[in-house]
């Protein structure tokens, strides 16, 4: 574990985001235009990251009890293949279809393709990520509003600690839904190749960023990208708290539309969800929102 009084470790509060955002897509970039499999590349580089993150939060942790085990690695673990391996082969070839129709439409009325394919690929990739929060903000806002779906989405909040690998506890049923949303005005748009790969990985690098458990320094990038401290007061066991900072990668669409909350110099103290006898084995979570009554909140909390 690193000192914190060091000049060292302060810069390192600042670096390490740039270097783990930008340092992944540009490998990833690099090794695509060298003709290396898409496929390849993109999960190799994730993967890499894992290593990257475990290795911070153990040097860097924003807060030491995180980083002791809560008998979740299992739960995150199982999570991780069905929600982030399985769901998405199985899903997005049907979404595609489903929306092969509008989107050929909506090419026809442009008078060809409407993804700009000649930008430059960061270029490309802004637009994407603009796209896909687009979606997905009102897919994860209308997770917490509205009570069905809540249930489901309550199991990504069921985590009593933060840590990188938790970013893919999610329920079967809130990934479909949230891959719908993320997925639709992209698709819709008709983006595809590269620029998919590298948005990729650059959602898993917000994903981790989101959830981790390193001492970051943001400065005014927390009014670009939703992570860290925003993502950790979404996790918040106050529901007037928990209820802002929705954008999956970034902030612009809760700064739009009200939702960003970031208090100053005041540290996130408990998470989680409210009711402490909610279940942690994943599929106990898997069938939780299936039982009767309100396991996830106590009675008269959740607003």
Same mark, same amino acid.
């Given at each position: 574990?690193?000192?914190?009084?060091?000049?060292?470790?302060?810069?390192?509060?600042?670096?390490?985001?740039?270097?783990?955002?930008?340092?992944?897509?540009?490998?990833?970039?690099?090794?695509?235009?060298?003709?290396?499999?898409?496929?390849?590349?993109?999960?190799?580089?994730?993967?890499?990251? /894992?290593?990257? $993150?475990?290795?911070? !939060?153990?040097?860097?942790?924003?807060?030491?009890? &995180?980083?002791?085990?809560?008998?979740?690695?299992?739960?995150?673990?199982?999570?991780?293949?069905?929600?982030?391996?399985?769901?998405?082969?199985?899903?997005?070839?049907? #979404?595609?279809?489903?929306?092969?129709?509008?989107?050929?439409?909506?090419?026809?009325?442009?008078?060809?393709?409407?993804?700009?394919?000649?930008?430059?690929? /960061?270029?490309?990739?802004?637009?994407?990520?603009?796209?896909?929060?687009?979606?997905?903000?009102?897919?994860? *806002?209308?997770?917490? !509003?509205?009570?069905?779906? /809540?249930?489901?989405?309550?199991?990504?909040?069921?985590?009593?600690?933060? &840590?990188?690998?938790?970013?893919?506890?999610?329920?079967?049923?809130?990934?479909? %839904? #949230?891959?719908?949303?993320?997925?639709? #005005?992209?698709?819709?748009?008709?983006?595809?190749?590269?620029?998919?790969?590298?948005?990729?990985?650059?959602?898993?690098?917000?994903?981790? $960023?989101?959830?981790?458990?390193?001492?970051?320094?943001?400065?005014?990038?927390?009014?670009?990208?939703?992570? %860290?401290?925003?993502?950790?007061?979404?996790?918040?066991?106050?529901?007037?708290?928990?209820?802002?900072?929705?954008?999956?990668?970034?902030?612009?669409?809760?700064?739009? #539309?009200?939702?960003?909350?970031?208090?100053?110099?005041?540290?996130?103290?408990?998470?989680?969800?409210?009711?402490?006898?909610?279940?942690?084995?994943?599929?106990?979570?898997?069938?939780?929102?299936?039982?009767?009554?309100?396991?996830?909140?106590?009675?008269? *909390?959740?607003?």
């Amino acid at each position: 574990m690193l000192r914190t009084d060091t000049p060292l470790y302060r810069r390192l509060q600042w670096l390490i985001f740039p270097a783990l955002f930008i340092g992944p897509l540009w490998g990833a970039a690099v090794l695509i235009g060298a003709g290396y499999s898409v496929a390849i590349v993109t999960y190799g580089v994730i993967a890499a990251m /894992w290593i990257a $993150f475990l290795a911070l !939060e153990w040097l860097m942790p924003f807060r030491r009890d &995180w980083n002791t085990p809560a008998g979740d690695l299992r739960n995150d673990t199982i999570s991780a293949l069905i929600a982030y391996g399985l769901l998405p082969a199985l899903l997005k070839p049907v #979404f595609y279809a489903m929306l092969a129709g509008a989107a050929a439409w909506l090419a026809l009325q442009w008078g060809g393709n409407i993804w700009p394919t000649h930008w430059p690929l /960061w270029a490309q990739l802004i637009i994407l990520m603009l796209a896909g929060d687009a979606g997905r903000y009102w897919g994860h *806002r209308l997770a917490h !509003e509205v009570p069905l779906l /809540w249930r489901f989405h309550a199991v990504h909040h069921s985590a009593t600690r933060l &840590w990188f690998f938790n970013a893919m506890r999610q329920h079967p049923v809130d990934k479909t %839904v #949230f891959t719908f949303t993320e997925l639709l #005005f992209p698709i819709l748009l008709g983006a595809q190749g590269d620029v998919l790969a590298l948005y990729l990985i650059a959602t898993a690098s917000c994903g981790y $960023f989101q959830h981790c458990n390193i001492d970051v320094k943001l400065g005014p990038l927390y009014y670009i990208f939703n992570i %860290v401290d925003l993502h950790r007061w979404h996790h918040s066991r106050e529901i007037w708290q928990s209820n802002n900072n929705y954008g999956n990668n970034l902030i612009v669409y809760d700064i739009l #539309f009200g939702t960003r909350y970031l208090p100053k110099d005041e540290p996130i103290t408990d998470i989680g969800l409210i009711n402490p006898d909610y279940p942690q084995t994943y599929w106990q979570q898997f069938m939780a929102p299936f039982r009767k009554g309100n396991l996830d909140k106590e009675v008269g *909390r959740r607003v």
